[in-house]
């Protein structure tokens, strides 16, 4: 491992990817002992239907079989959930969705697990199942869970700003339209797993998780155990994006470990397994009306936006409120009427994915924007440019910006970029049977919890016999680099490079309670707590060294790679020799940082303040996408894109482009071919053959830029960046694409047979020895 | 039953049932966990290893195909604690992420550069298209490979 200095803005290579690189890393589904067990669930394979009984007698009879549990073996909750505990850890009297677990199964090896899961009977009374949100919504004659007060309606919201929809009568121009977006999956390359051991009464768990101090309370709740007999220990996960946000294996886990006390048992979904049972994005129907006057200011919006949260609540509740305070975009618009409802249906389960109900959104505000720009006759920036929100202006909900607000700065870059300036020759140069077209859209990207549910984290540093500084981080690196972030910070605080600086990665035992790796809030929270941690650290050994060589002041010390030196005198003392001076509870500081909260009152309803309503701080951004259109096959090629964003300052520029990169990557499998599909709630994209996924031939080469505006509450001056490049793909392409052939696919993704399909209907209406020339950007 | 093999330029013998998948045996039995299971279908990529230098996926052969075989997992590339120049590459463009297509991306770069040691960017895309990556957009994985064969392109060549 090379060794670098680590400083604040320099790209460094991360830490972690020495040990991945050469497959020494061990994820939580690496681990192995000799008589290790393995398990498994039984799912319903129904949408919805009563349990009558489990029959699991035959499947206890297979050789090697050591058990098969059901719902009357969990001694606590059996329920799980972050904000509505709604969801079994094994069904008991009801299936909501074929993904629900019955039994679970502990077996010596996976072939006697796979021949016992074959053998489990149920005996199950159909239930008319509800399939589509709005009919769930109007005609509760199926209630997926009776005792939810609001019916199936897991949480609506409505947000009125000026004179709300009135607002639209007053306009010069209006126009409409509805979007559809289907679920999108995960996908991470890692699916779900973990194993657990249950010794001397206490529950040991490694799980691939986002949320190690949160699983925590949700393992011992449900199964009826104390808190301090569950620890969470949480490796690198193989991917995450949100997924892994909240209880996937655990409380099963944990199930199968009390049962089998001091062996180790192993769950690894399968990806099946995984694509069936595990959350996925919302999918969304969202009718907008933008309405604007002559001079091109927007002046009021309309929004109807309605999330299938499928069976669970699973956050979805969350996910609808950040939707709904997004929906306007980053645009000062006086009058708006903005509304949002995430429903249970039988469909597959929704949650927590990067965007977290923003990319939806997005994908129609940044459309109704173009449309209003084309009726207007401005180009798609120039009507950005007008409506951008500043400093001090009140966003779509109302809430008073008062943090850095970059998205003017961020259009202005685009405005002077040589792929902006040089779009129509670029278009001009497509081939035969081909058409360019190029496509902007405005991203923006709220951090951290709101200002109800505390955004802390809790910071730990010590200083080693061995003479280096131990940083344990509380939050998990799902593989955004947070982890090397980390060191990055306190190296540079404490004066190090990186052979002086270790980690120790979240462990409820070991390291501090710091919130879930999610909401762009990692760096930001965490490292805000790391810096006081660090420089408390630091303060502290140098009045220790400045102490023991007699120096008139720690302001004659410094810090420097492995050793402090007094800088007069020129003696020095390393930091191994400084450690075993002081005794093990001065090796040790701690900081807790919460992050800082809107106090405004922009709505008065609760339940949306808990629910995250409204954010503070926001990172913004602008995409651009050049596509090529075939027009005998209606396919779409993204040839080039531009990201421009304003996350605050960077503190490596390598991992900022890492994030925004793949965000884009991610958005453009979601805007071009990913589409999750259920029939009567059965998944009819059960793996990576019917779920495409962008392959390296499917994406461009991103140009990256950041626009870094000081945020003054931030870690140097830093704001989140891991959602943001995902909220942008769906809409700049779907406009490059209008921009290009005239048509416009409100339903995604943009597949070929749809874009054709448009191509094909346009032709016919048209006379075919017209030309037609669009208005360019 | 007994598999002869070479892994990672040792002589390995192995009892096995013939019909036990490659990546368990890799996995479970030999400690090496560096090829992931992905799919466990062939179609991610992430198990991928290197049988006599030629990428296979180790979730779908048998351990009875290692018999005389030469196996290589990403295990085996690096010289001690000096990175092969392809991890290092990795680790210098910021190829890695999450990490789990890692190892597969790795070794399938390593059989591309053998085959052709100079590849333009195209090419690359197309080599490693069989295996996904959920983390990067690709972008820098292909910055990785592309600068690895320019930098030995420049050794060669001083």
């Given at each position: 491992?090379?060794?670098?200095?680590?400083?604040?803005?320099?790209?460094?290579?991360?830490?972690?990817?020495?040990?991945?690189?050469?497959?020494?890393?061990?994820?939580?589904?690496?681990?192995?002992c000799?008589?290790?067990?393995?398990?498994?669930?039984?799912r319903?394979?129904?949408?919805?239907?009563?349990?009558?009984?489990?029959?699991?007698?035959?499947?206890?009879?297979?050789?090697?079989?050591?058990?098969?549990?059901?719902?009357?073996?969990?001694?606590?909750?059996?329920?799980?959930?972050?904000?509505?505990?709604?969801?079994?850890?094994?069904?008991?009297?009801?299936?909501?969705?074929?993904?629900?677990?019955?039994?679970?199964?502990?077996?010596?090896?996976?072939?006697?697990?796979?021949?016992?899961?074959e053998?489990?009977?149920?005996?199950?009374?159909?239930?008319?199942?509800?399939?589509?949100?709005?009919?769930?919504?109007?005609?509760?004659?199926?209630?997926?869970?009776?005792d939810?007060?609001?019916?199936?309606?897991?949480?609506?919201?409505?947000i009125?700003?000026?004179?709300?929809?009135a607002?639209?009568?007053?306009?010069?121009?209006?126009?409409?339209?509805?979007f559809?977006?289907?679920?999108?999956?995960?996908?991470?390359?890692?699916?779900?797993?973990?194993?657990?051991?249950?010794?001397?009464?206490?529950?040991?768990?490694?799980v691939?998780?986002?949320?190690?101090?949160?699983?925590?309370?949700?393992?011992?709740?449900?199964?009826?155990?104390?808190?301090?007999?569950?620890?969470?220990?949480?490796?690198?996960?193989?991917?995450?994006?949100?997924?892994?946000?909240?209880?996937?294996?655990?409380?099963?886990?944990?199930?199968?470990?009390?049962?089998?006390?001091?062996?180790?048992v192993?769950i690894?979904?399968?990806?099946?397994?995984?694509?069936?049972?595990?959350?996925?994005?919302?999918?969304?129907?969202?009718?907008?009306?933008?309405?604007?006057?002559?001079?091109?200011c927007?002046?009021?919006?309309?929004?109807?936006?309605?999330?299938?949260?499928?069976?669970?609540?699973?956050?979805?509740?969350v996910?609808?409120?950040?939707?709904?305070?997004?929906?306007?975009?980053?645009?000062?618009?006086?009058?708006?009427?903005?509304?949002a409802?995430?429903?249970?249906?039988?469909?597959?389960?929704?949650?927590?994915?990067?965007?977290?109900?923003?990319?939806?959104?997005?994908?129609?505000?940044?459309?109704?924007?173009?449309?209003?720009?084309?009726?207007?006759?401005?180009s798609?920036?120039?009507?950005?440019?007008?409506?951008?929100?500043k400093?001090?202006?009140?966003?779509?909900?109302?809430?008073?910006?008062?943090?850095?607000?970059?998205?003017?700065?961020?259009?202005?870059?685009?405005?002077?970029?040589?792929?902006?300036?040089?779009?129509?020759?670029?278009?001009?140069?497509?081939?035969?049977?081909?058409?360019?077209?190029?496509?902007?859209?405005c991203?923006?990207?709220?951090?951290?919890?709101?200002?109800?549910?505390p955004?802390?984290?809790?910071?730990?540093?010590?200083?080693?016999?061995?003479?280096?500084f131990?940083?344990?981080?509380?939050?998990?690196?799902?593989?955004?680099?947070?982890?090397?972030?980390?060191?990055?910070?306190?190296?540079?605080?404490?004066?190090?490079?990186?052979?002086?600086?270790?980690?120790?990665?979240?462990?409820?035992?070991?390291t501090?309670?710091?919130?879930?790796?999610?909401?762009?809030?990692?760096?930001?929270?965490?490292?805000?707590?790391?810096?006081?941690?660090?420089?408390?650290?630091?303060?502290?050994?140098?009045?220790?060294?400045?102490?023991?060589?007699?120096?008139?002041?720690?302001?004659?010390?410094?810090?420097?790679?492995?050793?402090?030196?007094?800088?007069?005198?020129g003696?020095?003392i390393?930091?191994?020799?400084?450690?075993?001076?002081?005794?093990?509870?001065?090796?040790?500081?701690?900081?807790?940082?919460?992050?800082?909260?809107?106090?405004?009152?922009?709505?008065?309803?609760?339940?949306?303040?808990?629910?995250?309503?409204?954010?503070?701080?926001?990172?913004?951004g602008?995409?651009?996408?050049?596509?090529e259109?075939?027009?005998?096959?209606?396919?779409?090629?993204?040839?080039?894109?531009?990201?421009v964003?304003?996350s605050?300052?960077?503190i490596?520029?390598?991992?900022?482009?890492?994030?925004?990169?793949?965000?884009?990557?991610?958005?453009?499998?979601?805007?071009?071919?990913?589409?999750?599909?259920?029939?009567?709630?059965?998944?009819?994209?059960?793996?990576?053959?019917?779920?495409?996924?962008?392959?390296?031939?499917?994406?461009?080469?991103?140009?990256?830029?950041?626009?870094?505006?000081?945020?003054?509450?931030?870690?140097?001056?830093?704001?989140?960046?891991?959602?943001?490049?995902?909220?942008?793909?769906?809409?700049?392409?779907?406009?490059?694409v209008a921009?290009?052939?005239?048509?416009?696919?409100?339903?995604?993704?943009?597949?070929?047979?749809?874009?054709?399909?448009?191509?094909?209907?346009?032709?016919?209406?048209?006379?075919?020895?017209?030309?037609?020339?669009?208005?360019?950007? | 039953?007994?598999?002869?093999f070479?892994?990672?330029?040792?002589?390995?013998?192995?009892?096995?049932?013939?019909?036990r998948?490659?990546?368990?045996?890799?996995?479970?039995?030999?400690?090496?966990?560096?090829?992931?299971e992905?799919?466990?279908?062939?179609?991610?990529?992430?198990?991928?290893?290197?049988?006599?230098?030629?990428?296979?996926l180790s979730?779908?052969?048998?351990?009875?195909?290692?018999?005389?075989?030469?196996?290589?997992?990403?295990?085996?590339?690096?010289?001690?604690?000096?990175?092969?120049?392809?991890?290092?590459?990795?680790?210098?463009?910021?190829?890695?992420?999450?990490?789990?297509?890692?190892?597969?991306?790795?070794?399938?770069?390593?059989?591309?550069?053998?085959?052709?040691?100079?590849?333009?960017?195209?090419?690359?895309?197309?080599?490693?298209?069989?295996?996904?990556?959920r983390?990067?957009?690709?972008?820098?994985?292909?910055?990785?490979?592309?600068?690895?064969?320019?930098?030995?392109?420049?050794?060669?060549?001083?």
């Open positions: 491992m090379k060794n670098t200095i680590l400083e604040i803005g320099k790209t460094i290579p991360r830490a972690d990817a020495y040990a991945k690189v050469t497959g020494k890393e061990r994820y939580a589904a690496d681990f192995h000799p008589g290790m067990l393995w398990a498994g669930v039984k319903a394979g129904v949408a919805h239907a009563r349990i009558k009984a489990v029959h699991a007698e035959a499947a206890g009879r297979v050789p090697g079989v050591l058990s098969v549990l059901t719902s009357k073996d969990v001694k606590g909750t059996n329920r799980q959930g972050v904000v509505r505990k709604d969801q079994p850890v094994l069904a008991d009297d009801r299936i909501r969705f074929p993904g629900d677990p019955v039994a679970l199964v502990i077996a010596d090896d996976r072939d006697s697990l796979a021949a016992a899961l053998r489990i009977e149920m005996d199950l009374e159909p239930l008319p199942p509800v399939f589509d949100p709005e009919e769930a919504m109007e005609r509760e004659t199926v209630l997926i869970h009776e939810h007060p609001g019916g199936n309606v897991l949480l609506k919201g409505a009125e700003k000026g004179e709300g929809e607002g639209l009568k007053e306009c010069d121009y209006v126009v409409e339209a509805e559809r977006l289907p679920y999108q999956e995960h996908a991470y390359l890692e699916t779900e797993g973990g194993w657990a051991v249950f010794k001397e009464g206490s529950l040991e768990i490694t691939s998780t986002q949320t190690p101090f949160r699983d925590r309370a949700e393992v011992a709740e449900a199964l009826g155990l104390g808190l301090d007999k569950v620890r969470i220990i949480a490796p690198f996960c193989g991917g995450a994006f949100g997924g892994k946000d909240g209880i996937t294996v655990q409380s099963l886990l944990g199930l199968a470990a009390l049962h089998h006390p001091d062996r180790a192993k690894v979904w399968h990806r099946e397994e995984s694509f069936l049972a595990s959350a996925k994005r919302h999918p969304a129907r969202l009718h907008y009306t933008l309405g604007a006057g002559k001079d091109g927007f002046h009021a919006l309309r929004a109807k936006i309605l999330y299938d949260t499928g069976p669970y609540d699973h956050l979805g509740g996910v609808m409120a950040l939707g709904l305070e997004h929906a306007a975009g980053p645009y000062r618009i006086p009058h708006c009427s903005l509304k409802w995430a429903v249970y249906t039988n469909n597959p389960l929704s949650g927590a994915f990067r965007g977290f109900g923003v990319p939806q959104v997005n994908a129609a505000m940044e459309q109704i924007v173009d449309m209003m720009a084309e009726k207007i006759g401005i798609p920036l120039e009507i950005r440019l007008r409506n951008a929100l400093r001090g202006d009140k966003n779509g909900v109302g809430a008073t910006l008062t943090t850095s607000t970059g998205i003017t700065a961020c259009l202005e870059t685009l405005r002077d970029h040589p792929m902006w300036k040089n779009r129509q020759e670029w278009k001009e140069a497509a081939g035969a049977f081909r058409t360019r077209g190029v496509g902007i859209a991203v923006m990207q709220g951090m951290g919890y709101g200002p109800v549910v955004d802390t984290a809790n910071a730990k540093i010590e200083i080693t016999e061995e003479g280096k131990r940083v344990y981080c509380g939050v998990v690196d799902m593989g955004q680099g947070n982890d090397a972030t980390c060191l990055q910070i306190a190296g540079d605080i404490l004066g190090q490079d990186s052979l002086h600086m270790e980690l120790v990665l979240p462990d409820t035992s070991e501090l309670p710091s919130g879930s790796a999610s909401a762009s809030r990692t760096t930001y929270t965490f490292g805000n707590a790391l810096i006081v941690a660090a420089g408390s650290m630091k303060r502290r050994v140098l009045e220790k060294a400045a102490d023991l060589l007699m120096a008139a002041g720690h302001e004659e010390m410094a810090l420097v790679p492995g050793l402090i030196r007094h800088l007069p005198s003696k020095e390393p930091l191994g020799m400084l450690a075993r001076l002081l005794g093990t509870a001065e090796r040790v500081v701690t900081s807790r940082f919460r992050a800082p909260v809107s106090r405004e009152s922009v709505t008065s309803d609760p339940d949306l303040r808990l629910h995250g309503i409204p954010h503070l701080i926001f990172s913004y602008v995409h651009m996408a050049c596509v259109v075939d027009r005998l096959t209606g396919a779409v090629e993204v040839k080039r894109y531009l990201a964003t304003d605050g300052r960077v490596n520029p390598q991992i900022l482009e890492q994030q925004i990169q793949g965000g884009i990557a991610q958005g453009l499998g979601y805007a071009l071919m990913e589409e999750f599909r259920a029939d009567k709630g059965r998944c009819e994209t059960p793996d990576f053959s019917t779920y495409i996924v962008p392959t390296s031939l499917d994406l461009p080469d991103m140009e990256t830029i950041a626009v870094e505006l000081y945020e003054q509450s931030g870690p140097f001056g830093l704001k989140g960046a891991g959602e943001i490049g995902i909220d942008g793909p769906v809409p700049a392409v779907a406009n490059a921009n290009g052939c005239g048509v416009r696919i409100t339903n995604l993704p943009l597949k070929a047979e749809r874009v054709y399909d448009l191509i094909r209907k346009r032709k016919m209406q048209q006379p075919a020895t017209k030309t037609q020339r669009h208005k360019d950007g | 039953m007994k598999i002869r070479t892994l990672n330029g040792k002589e390995t013998e192995t009892d096995a049932p013939p019909d998948r490659v990546i368990d045996l890799l996995r479970e039995d030999l400690g090496l966990t560096g090829a992931k992905g799919c466990g279908s062939g179609e991610c990529g992430a198990c991928t290893i290197l049988v006599d230098g030629e990428t296979r979730c779908l052969m048998l351990s009875v195909q290692l018999e005389g075989r030469s196996i290589q997992t990403v295990e085996g590339i690096a010289q001690g604690d000096e990175l092969h120049p392809v991890q290092q590459s990795f680790v210098e463009h910021g190829a890695v992420q999450c990490g789990y297509c890692t190892s597969g991306m790795v070794l399938t770069s390593l059989d591309l550069l053998k085959r052709t040691p100079c590849p333009s960017r195209d090419e690359i895309r197309r080599a490693i298209s069989g295996n996904l990556c983390c990067t957009g690709y972008q820098k994985i292909v910055d990785a490979v592309e600068r690895v064969s320019r930098n030995s392109g420049e050794r060669e060549e001083s």
